[in-house]
């Protein structure tokens, strides 16, 4: 890292990449051209498992305020201008950890894994509502162009869409698609969603390798469906720039670009290369053709969208779980001149380092790709 004045650092310290962790850590990054921060926004003195990050989202429009959702069914609210935590509160309706976080109209949402969704406001200790949205719920998206959307799927979950207007009911329920070539029940298993920029589409990954397109104006069952790869998919993201192109990550480090509109959809377009770990949350920058990813290798990496060039890679120590970008980033911080080599640091049993906790190395080995299956893949 490269040497700053205080006043720089003051600067550099507006972070614009949010990061957290399955240690309970939340990381602030500024990624700045001269130098590049990274910082533990919260006390590491009493993080332990329960307090693991597993789900972030913006709290307002000017993007300065952070939901923070932990393992343990409590979500913290983390100001970025005042870098303070200004508020906290326990969920008490449903099970297991907190996989989903949206914000509307000053009202909070949170969706658990046991399936419900509840939905309260800041200045009521009641909630207003819970909808059970499955028995497993995988994860929740909020639409960008119309807030009051939402969308939910799970294990045995299909495709939820809900009005947080009209909360009572789902107002699109995907069905399953028909059976397979040997007449047996294909099984349901959501992991991501994400809406397209024609406001009607949304694209989700499941576990068993699909991608699938759904137009809920048309029909319930997909209008397009195939599978990718050999393993799982984590997650997926939109292109915002464009109506019918998707970023998906796998579970065995892998990340591509798909385009429903093309001649082959099925095929990616290409494939992002970097990865040693399962890739765990995607953002597709708004206004830049940057692609932000966080994975199980400590990784936080930035990829050009169309180049597929690595831009920028950090090691942050520990699992990551989810990340958060502003949209105000300067597309010039990203230029092959400031590429980060990204070497891994050595293998240690202790550290020295009071902003941090590094995990104990992950058992058994990472399945790499090897360079004839890239080559196969981006024909």
Known sequence: MADVSKQEVK???DFNVFVGAETGILKG???????????????????????????????NHNQTEVLIGLRNKIVQVFDTEDKAFVSSRQITIGEGPIVSLARWNGITVTALKSGQV????????????????????????????????????GKENELNLWDLEKPLEP???????KLDMVQLRVPVWVTDMAFLKDHHSVGISTRHRNIRLYDPGRQRRPTMDFEWGEYPLTSISAVPTNDKQVVVGASHGRMAL?????TRPDMPVHVFKGFAGAVRDIVVHPEHPLVFSVSLDRFVRVHHLWSTKLLFNEYLKSRLNCLLVKDEINIKDFTPAVRRPGKRKKKAKAT????????????GKVARTTDDDWAALTL
């Open 171 to 177: 107002i699109f329920k995907a069905k399953n698609v």
């Open 118 to 153: 509840t939905i309260w406001n800041a200045d009521n200790p009641v909630e207003i509502n819970a909808m059970k949205a499955g028995e497993t719920l995988a994860r929740m998206r909020q639409s960008r162009i119309s807030p009051n959307i939402i969308a939910t799927g």
């Open 11 to 13: 600067t550099l310290e």
């Open 258 to 262: 798909f385009d429903y509109r093309g």
């Open 29 to 59: 990054i500024n990624l700045n051209q001269d130098a590049v921060i990274h910082k533990n926004v919260n006390n590491l003195k009493s993080l332990d498992r329960q307090h693991e990050v597993t789900a972030m989202a913006w709290g």
């Open 352 to 363: 020295d380092d009071k902003d941090d906790v590094i995990l104990e190395p992950t058992k």
